[in-house]
Nanobody, 117 residues
């Protein structure tokens, strides 16, 4: 079975840090781009970062550049999102998504991140 298990969310004060993990199984990790998305209450889900496991290409949305770092551990089939200097506006449910070169998409369940001011 395909699984993407997001974890690491929690409650943190503004300025703090969290590291999210997206542990995957059931598909060829090296052939997928893994992205992190977030959805705040009343807002659309937005992609904030992604990493291609085939060529290492990394992208960030402007709002998290310089604060968030995405990385991939191919030995563990896990992608991480290190989030530093967190702001209240980062509060959201965070999801990971895997997309293959051929367009196959898998979503993981969300993990709640709450940043208090």
């Amino acid at each position: 079975d395909v699984q993407l298990q997001a974890s690491g969310g929690g409650l943190v004060q503004a300025g703090g840090s969290l590291r999210l993990s997206c542990a995957t199984s059931g598909f060829s990790f090296d052939d997928y781009t893994i992205g992190w998305f977030r959805q705040a209450p009343g807002k659309d889900r937005e992609e904030i970062s992604c990493i291609s496991n085939s060529d290492g290409n990394i992208q960030y949305v402007d709002s998290v550049k310089g604060r968030f770092t995405i990385s991939s551990d191919n030995a563990k089939n896990t992608v991480y999102l290190q989030m530093n200097s967190l702001k209240p506006e980062d509060t959201a449910v965070y999801y990971c998504k895997g997309v293959s070169y051929g367009g196959t998409v898998y979503w993981g369940q969300g993990t709640q991140v709450t940043v208090s001011s």
